[in-house]
Every structure is written in C-alpha cells, then in structure tokens.
C-alpha cells in the first residue's frame, strides 16, 4: 500500500461542444466530401464517416434526392467541470449566397449551391437529451439575416448589435402558417430570471432536430465522364449549414463570465450524381 500523499489541482474547464449532424435518403451512402464515395482521402485522419443512427457530419456529407428530405441534428453538450448558463444558439440555414452566422465568420461565404426549405418546427429529442431544466425556447425569422446581437465577438462591448441592418421580427411556433417561409431560427436555454441563473451542469446535453427538404430544382453532382477524353473534377452539390452560439460561466461569487461566441464547423447535404457509363 503506498501511503505517499500527493496534492492534485484540478483545472476547471469551460466548455460546450456543439456539433451539427444530417441525414438524408436511407438508400442513399453518407459519402467524404472530398471523394463523393465512402473511401476516405488519402491520408485522412478519419477513415469511415462518422456516424450516430445514420446521421453524419465533418469531414463527410448527406446525401438526398431533388424534392427528398433530410433532417439536422444540433447536438450540445457541456463538456467542461462547470456549469454554463444564459445560452442563445443561431441557426441562419442554407440559402445561396450564404455566410458565416457569427460576426466572426460573417464575411466568408459557406458556398451553399442550392436552397432547402424547413418542413417543420425544431424539436427538442428528449430521448437523447439529458438537461431536464434548460426552459428552452425556440423563436423562428423569415429572414436570411436575423438581428444576433450575442454573437458580438468583442468583450468591451457583447451583446452589442454589430450588423449595419438585419430583421429583428421573431414568431413563435404557433404563428408559423407556413414552414418553407422559415429562413432561420434561434434557441434560448437556460435564461435568467429575476437575478437567478439556470444551471447547465457539466456533462449535460440537449439535442434538437430540424426537418427539411431539397427543392425539385436542386442540381445533380457531377464527376467525370469516362465517354470524353478530358477529365472532369467531381462537383458536389452541396447545400452548407452552420450555428453559432454564445453563453456564460456560472461563477461562485460573481456575476456569469462572458464566453466568446463559437462557430463550429458546417455539415452538408448533397444531391448525389449519376456515374455516366464507360464507354
């Protein structure tokens, strides 16, 4: 028996990990980004697509057909030691011409290729989440470029607006008549009241799921033609999505620390092509 004693710090973590997840035609393979096929890239960290009840995510995409449907998965977990509160998650999804959501990554283009349509309204999966006190809130924009002030990045000044014009109009589930006018969406967990903070304990996740469609027009993938002698790169179709969120430490004796906003990576659903013959 070693009576040696020996002192351990623990270094608390502040962390929430978000991560989006899709899936689309069941028929159809989750395939790498960049080989339109199940075979990984050479070289490739990851060999086999990710995978959690057919939905995956980074570094492959979705597949779905013109006028099918897919789904998202927003995963969020507090992976850190601490709790976290006063949460808001944005969702701007895919629209052609499409951005970054943060105010970080609102200048780089997500280079989505065709526009799906939400089908339905995000719900919470309760079978996968184990948060039980979030009171969370889901509130729906029929813009592209809804007014997010909490992903202000600058600590002198956040939650401060910082887009020179967006649309600040949020309906309820309830006011929706029609769900293909949803452009975006946000959630809020656990917000304050009356000087009380909801905790997020560490461990803790929450899922949502999103239901959407391809448009009939969305294009098809190209890849080489083996009938011409030039050889055609492989052209996904892709339409981007990506969230963005803000939140804040709960603090023993002070007010909740500020957390820089976070844009995790984007995920993808593609139309698949069709393999032209071989000569």
């Known amino acids: 028996v070693c009576t040696n004693k020996a002192v351990v710090k623990v270094i608390e973590?502040?962390?929430?990990?978000?991560?989006?997840?899709?899936?689309?035609?069941?028929?159809?393979?989750?395939?790498?980004e960049d080989t339109g096929t199940t075979t990984a890239p050479a070289g490739a960290e990851e060999t086999v697509c990710p995978d959690w009840d057919g939905y995956t995510r980074y570094p492959c995409v979705a597949q779905t057909q013109p006028g099918?449907?897919?789904?998202?998965?927003?995963e969020m977990q507090n992976v850190g030691n601490v709790a976290m509160t006063n949460y808001v998650l944005y969702d701007v999804l895919p629209v052609i011409g499409d951005t970054g959501v943060s105010q970080e990554l609102s200048g780089g283009r997500r280079e989505t290729e065709w526009s799906p349509v939400l089908t339905g309204p995000v719900v919470l999966d309760s079978a996968l989440s184990t948060?039980?006190?979030?009171?969370y809130t889901v509130e729906y924009n029929l813009t592209s470029n809804p007014c997010r002030p909490e992903l202000n990045?600058?600590?002198?000044?956040?939650?401060?607006?910082?887009?020179?014009t967006c649309n600040d109009v949020w309906l309820n589930e309830g006011d929706i008549a029609d769900w293909t006018s949803v452009k975006s969406y946000r959630i809020k967990l656990f917000q304050p009241l009356d000087g009380t903070y909801p905790q997020w304990g560490a461990g803790k996740t929450l899922v949502f799921t999103v239901p959407m469609k391809a448009p009939l027009s969305a294009p098809q993938s190209t890849t080489d033609d083996p009938k011409t002698p030039e050889v055609e790169p492989l052209d996904l179709s892709v339409a981007w999505n990506s969230v963005s969120f803000r939140g804040y430490r709960v603090m023993a004796d002070?007010?909740?620390?500020?957390?820089r906003p976070t844009e995790p990576r984007k995920v993808g659903i593609v139309v698949p092509f069709t393999i032209p013959p071989a000569v």
């Open 13 to 32: 973590a502040e962390t929430v990990q978000v991560r989006k997840w899709d899936i689309g035609d069941p028929t159809l393979d989750n395939i790498f």
């Open 68 to 74: 099918g449907s897919f789904s998202y998965r927003v």
């Open 131 to 135: 948060a039980t006190n979030s009171g």
């Open 153 to 164: 990045m600058n600590l002198a000044t956040p939650n401060a607006a910082w887009q020179t």
């Open 254 to 259: 002070a007010a909740p620390k500020w957390l």
